[in-house]
């Protein structure tokens, strides 16, 4: 398999700074994550073993740090650990010539968006059910901006056939016209069912036809996208909060579930990405997170299950 051809060579390698140059442990550490990473990398890119590793694969690998977020200093440092593993490569003949030659790290990518902390989320949800006229809505806006991680246009367009309220799904159309199932947690769950049951008290549709935020004025057909702009940043000013939008709360809805370890293709469905690189682009992951995560999960760190 992939994984262990190349961690047998990555561990032959930590062995060879650790043991023969006499690298400190912390290095070592900092280089088995970094090489975990590049395997990883590969393993996605179907590079079936260590020999067929080529310089294309390094900048691949260089343009996804990239997109993941990281300054260019961690890049700088994944990069000297990547050109001393290759070069190892080279003089075992593992590989006929030391490939990362003439490899620069990519250029910084514009700003990313951020998230907020889900501290400040709760403040919102409490905000957001205190003393207001439509607290029920509001606190279900946000619930499914962050708890579902919906884009405004997603939110607005939701009919009740869309909602299976049993089994905690809402069937959305996205980009592309695409659809995708989103899921929602208990608390959503209880406010929309008493969401539904005060619409039917008002007279207001509840079939699959009927839109889940209905407007105000009868004549329009449904919530604006507008109304739940304001309704956020309005929210987020009685928390204590500036700058948060509707993104604010999907981005961090999906760089909450990153922390706590779901996997970036599992985010990717979530949100409605056509591409990885757009998830990628999104998020940004830090390396105490990334760290972390390997530490905690991978079979080779030790730091996990034995084998």
């Known amino acids: 398999m992939l994984i262990m051809d190349i961690f047998s060579h ?31 990398y590969l393993a996605a890119s179907g590079v079936e073993s260590a020999h067929d590793m080529s ?8 343009r996804e740090l990239s997109g ?25 003949r593992v590989l006929d010539r ?18 907020i902390a889900y501290e400040d989320v709760l403040k919102m949800l409490e905000a957001a059910a205190k003393g207001r006229k439509k607290g029920l809505r509001d606190s279900i806006i946000l619930e499914l901006l962050y708890g579902s ?32 199932l989103v899921y929602f947690g208990r608390t959503a769950q209880d406010m929309l069912r008493r969401w539904k049951a005060d619409a039917e008290s ?45 993104h604010t709360l999907r981005h961090s809805f999906a760089t909450h579930m990153l922390e706590r370890g779901a996997p ?12 990885l690189a757009t998830t990628q682009r999104y998020l940004k992951i830090t390396t105490e997170q990334m760290k972390k995560s390997y530490m905690e999960t991978h079979p080779r760190s030790g730091g996990g299950q034995k084998e």
């Open 68 to 92: 993941f977020g990281f300054s260019r200093s961690s890049i700088a440092r994944k990069l000297s650990s990547l050109r001393g593993f290759v070069k190892y490569l080279a003089k075992s």
């Open 149 to 180: 991680g919906l884009r405004v246009n997603e939110l607005v367009s939701i009919m009740w056939g869309c909602v299976n309220m049993d089994e905690r799904e809402i069937r959305v159309t996205g980009k592309g016209s695409k659809e995708r």
């Open 98 to 115: 030391d490939i990362s030659l003439g490899l620069r790290s990519p250029r910084a990518s514009g700003p990313l968006p951020r998230a």
């Open 202 to 246: 008002k007279g207001r549709g509840t079939d699959e036809d009927s839109p889940v935020f209905y407007p105000e004025k009868v004549n329009a057909l449904r919530l604006t996208e507008r109304t739940v702009d304001r309704v956020v940043v309005s929210i987020a000013n009685i928390a204590g909060l500036h700058g948060v939008t509707p």
């Open 55 to 62: 310089q294309d694969c390094l900048r691949g690998y260089l």
């Open 10 to 40: 990555v561990d032959e390698f930590m062995l060879h700074i650790g043991h023969v140059m006499g690298r400190s442990q912390n290095t070592v550490t900092n280089y088995a994550v970094d090489l975990a990473q590049f395997a990883d």
């Open 264 to 275: 970036l293709r599992v985010i990717q469905e979530l949100l409605g990405h056509e591409s």
